[in-house]
């Protein structure tokens, strides 16, 4: 069991996978066999180097997006100018 969870539900977890790979296997096998190995490979990798790009460029975003948010929310709520926390 991981996380309290029974066999059951894992299974159904990996079914939409498993069955989408079943499917697949005969066309990716005869992608293989007319265009050889290489082209395929290559792809594969392209696809995998421009998703990690994306991830990348997406963490940047995210970033600064929250430093801006978070910026500007504690200008919001701590609107308290030095000669004011003085006098308090």
Known sequence: MVSGKSPLIAGC????GCLIGAFLAPVSGRILNILGAKKPILFGNTCIIV???SYSILAILALICSLYVFHYSNHQFNNITPEESIEA
């Open 13 to 16: 977890l990996l079914l939409p």
């Open 51 to 53: 998703a990690a790009f």
